[in-house]
Nanobody, 120 residues
Framework: QVQLVESGGGLVQPGGSLRLSCAASGSTFSINDMGWYRQAPGKERELVAT???????NYADSVKGRFFVSRDNARNRVYLQMNNLKPEDTAVYYC??????????????WGQGTRVTVSS
């Protein structure tokens, strides 16, 4: 079945940058909308950024101007470039994708998450 795997998380100082990657793998499938969510300790999971199949993007107000989402359709990947990181960006970041397969049709898939820690 289809799997989403995130990578690129780690420890970074305030003001630093990280680039997260999400790779989709499986048999025959096609990816529609993709996005990134995050969950900080003691908080609910929240939307960070989305990107449609046509390339339209949407961002949470807290990350506008700092985070940028992009996708590589040929490689079945979505990226999140995070700049000028702040301590409040500390969270587990999850990849989300709407994927079509012949067996299941359109369905939402989630990755297992990658941890980002912003601290001095």
């Amino acid at each position: 079945q289809v799997q989403l795997v995130e990578s690129g998380g780690g420890l970074v100082q305030p003001g630093g940058s990280l680039r997260l990657s999400c790779a989709a793998s499986g048999s025959t499938f096609s990816i529609n909308d993709m996005g990134w969510y995050r969950q900080a300790p003691g908080k609910e999971r929240e939307l960070v950024a989305t990107i449609s199949s046509g390339g339209s993007t949407n961002y949470a107000d807290s990350v506008k101007g700092r985070f940028f989402v992009s996708r590589d359709n040929a490689r079945n990947r979505v990226y999140l470039q995070m700049n000028n990181l702040k301590p409040e960006d500390t969270a587990v970041y999850y990849c989300k994708a709407k994927i079509y397969t012949a067996i299941n049709g359109l369905r939402i898939y989630w990755g297992q998450g990658t941890r980002v820690t912003v601290s001095s």
